[in-house]
């Protein structure tokens, strides 16, 4: 690097007066940014726990149950430290606090969004290498009304998490490009690593994002060392071929499409998919008006996507000729969303907490434009960011409100998502918690409604059946949902309960077999085949189902009683 440059840059960081090592200038002109903008980012975060200040009183929603106060496994620090940064955060904070309230776990969620915001303005100073463009693109960053689901979602911890490791490791890629400081591959490699860690398949987008910074980057003026390109070739080859999250896609895909006809297609169309999504997105970004947990009412007619779709790749193309640096921004705004747009059904169509990320980009593009504008307009451009500042304001604090009980999100979901099987599905189950069964009923008959082969509905609606002890209705709908998707296993104990009650001991043998088919190593199909055999009379088998179930689960106190009971009925003591 040039001295003419360390100078420049030097300029930039205020940093006249410190060490003249052009390697040395990176940690220099992080921590002085931080030191010269501190009343900027102290303001600004007090400013945003008291727009998120009516989230933190929120309930434990949706997700969060199994995660957290149904998990049986949270105090286990060994599977804890195995599986995630995700789980061993809920471990250290249920240790610290219980799991009585859910407020330990928002104000976690919080802290991490105001580290992402600190990470956003350092990242943006490097990128613009301009402090009011930093400072107008952290703001808009800060607000945006899509990141309410990320945020006050404590299950949407996962994406704070992949946030603050994919821009720690673009601030150390920065770095690298900028002084040819060896120390930055090392530290790019670990924040690599750490990003890869918390979630595989999605911090595959830094790979995506680092070739479209390559891209945009002046690499003739700024790098004169011909062995970073090679590095960065190579971090790139790394993370792509030795990373690829192959067995964490094949999770996500039989996530997405649990519960549906096994005969369903795992991919999307993309002729359909890219115009959607994209359009639907950039509406939910500049519009924010019909936030939910589901998106599937896309109302802009077919010509209108695609009009949206081809007008943004040739901004992007325009911009890529003409300006760089908004060609980075509006390329980052979905290249670092890609992983959650493959054709492939890894993820939702759309879902706001997949755009946290890729708001950046959007937000950096305003910032760019109102700067911009500003050189030859003055009242203008500070009337749109006054505008647009108050609005999304008042948008993200009404919307935290829906976050705040099950009750409201589920609602507000199948308010703006009413052709949403997921969303009826759900809100079937939040009746069936307040034992509200009729209204259950409901809710999960409309999710068959609107999607016919849906078969966890079916399933769930006759659990509420099953309760109110109208077996017959129960039966009905078990035998609709095994016949749309045969390996619901929970389906065929159910109808094992059903058979016993209605002493229907043929029909109970039959399903208990099923049963066994699906994992005959599985403990708990075992004891269900040893009950079954005591109801029919035959001892001798139960008695060999119950030493199985010990066998494959030594701990099964019910089995041990079983047993006990059965050879004390054989010797006849």
Known sequence: MSQKRVKKIKSLYSLQNTS?????????????????????????????????????SGNFVSDDYATIPNNPLIDNFGLSFQSSFISLSNYFIYKLFGLTNSFPFHVFNLFLYLVTIILIFVFGFLLSENKIVSQITTLFFAIMPVHVEAVSWISGKPYLFLAISFLISMIFLILLLKTGNKKYVWLLILSVIVGLLIDKMRFLSFVFIAIVYALSYDWKNKVKTPWLKVILVGIIFLVMVVFLAWPAILVRITAVNSGTNVSDSLFYDPFFQYPTAISKYLQLLWFPIDLTLYHTMYIFPNWLNWSIFLSYLTMSVYFYFKNKKYFFALAFIFVASAPSMAPIKVSWLVAERYIFLGSFGFSLFLAYLLYDLSKYLKLIPLTLFISLFVLLIVRTYLRNIDWQTNHNLWVAACQVSPNSHNAWNNIGDDYDKLKDYPNAIKGFTQSTIVKPNYADAFHNRANIFYKLGRLDLARESYEIAIKINPNLFQTYMSLVQIDLMEKNYNRAVQDANTLLKFNINNSQSWFIMGLVQIRIGDIEGAKTSMKKVLELDPSNKSANEALLQLSVSVTGE
């Open 20 to 56: 003249t090592d052009e390697n040395e200038y990176g940690k220099f002109a992080i921590l002085n940014l931080l030191k010269e903008n501190w009343k900027f980012l102290v303001c600004l975060c007090f400013g945003i726990i008291f727009l998120y200040s009516n989230s933190l």
